[in-house]
């Protein structure tokens, strides 16, 4: 990504922390959709802007995709430095603290 920011390393989660960040997903609407196209440069950026803007996102994943839920979560999360909240069916739950002094989820 050309405008790449410093991201710390991807948080540790407890049970708790997750079970609460999948409650708040809960009534989320996907932000993007993973198909064929797979995982690229551009779809990382607004992956990235998301995450950025609302520190918890949904993404869905097509049955299209070469990728399984569980494979498309953990390459996005690694590349984002953001933590995998869940992967339930065929949806993503990604989590990463905000670099903007804006208001955090509180966990």
């Known amino acids: 990504m050309n405008n790449e920011r410093i991201y710390p390393a991807a948080p540790v989660l407890t049970s708790q922390q997750r079970a609460k960040l999948r409650?708040?997903?809960?009534t989320m609407s996907p932000v993007t959709q993973i198909g064929k196209g797979g995982v690229s440069e551009n779809f990382l950026t607004t992956v990235c802007d998301?995450?950025?803007a609302r520190e918890l996102i949904k993404l869905s994943v097509l049955e299209t995709s070469e990728y399984t839920p569980r494979e498309a979560a953990e390459g996005i999360a690694e590349a984002l430095n953001a933590a995998v909240v869940g992967?339930?069916?065929r949806k993503i739950i990604l989590y990463r603290r905000s670099l903007n002094g804006k208001r955090h989820i509180e966990l």
């Open 23 to 26: 409650s708040m997903a809960s």
């Open 50 to 52: 998301a995450l950025e």
């Open 87 to 89: 992967v339930i069916g």
